[in-house]
């Protein structure tokens, strides 16, 4: 399975991205489904999940200005982040959690890939 992140950018503090993943797994609408994130000097972290019937849960940082979301006839999940700020700033990575929760060990499926990059300048 491949997945491909894309709709990184530059933006400036409160400003709006949405970045996007593409997957080739064809079992996509049965899997839930993760965007994750590495901030340099600190290990990656989780930053929102949606399962396969579009429940959806954030880290606390991100919650009410981040939305996850699927399109299932695309393949395809996005996060729309909105209020961002320089904290914000990273690689984004999408992967399918072995398990979705916010508290379980930080484990997916496949390899992370290049990831989108996210600058927020202030």
């Known amino acids: 399975v491949q997945l491909q992140a894309s709709g990184g950018g530059l933006v400036q503090v409160g400003g709006s991205l949405r970045i996007s993943c593409a997957t080739s797994?064809?079992?996509?609408?049965?899997?839930?489904m993760g965007w994750y994130r590495r901030v340099p000097g600190k290990q990656r972290e989780r930053v929102a999940l949606i399962t396969s019937t579009g429940l959806t849960h954030y880290t606390d940082s991100v919650k009410g200005r981040f939305t996850i979301s699927r399109d299932n006839a695309q393949n395809t999940a996005y996060l729309q982040m909105t209020n961002l700020k320089p904290e914000d700033t990273g690689l984004y990575y999408c992967n399918q959690p072995l398990r979705p929760s916010m508290t379980a060990p930080l484990e997916v499926y496949y390899s992370w890939g290049q990831g989108t990059l996210v600058t927020v300048s202030s």
């Open positions: 797994d064809t079992s996509f609408r049965e899997r839930p």
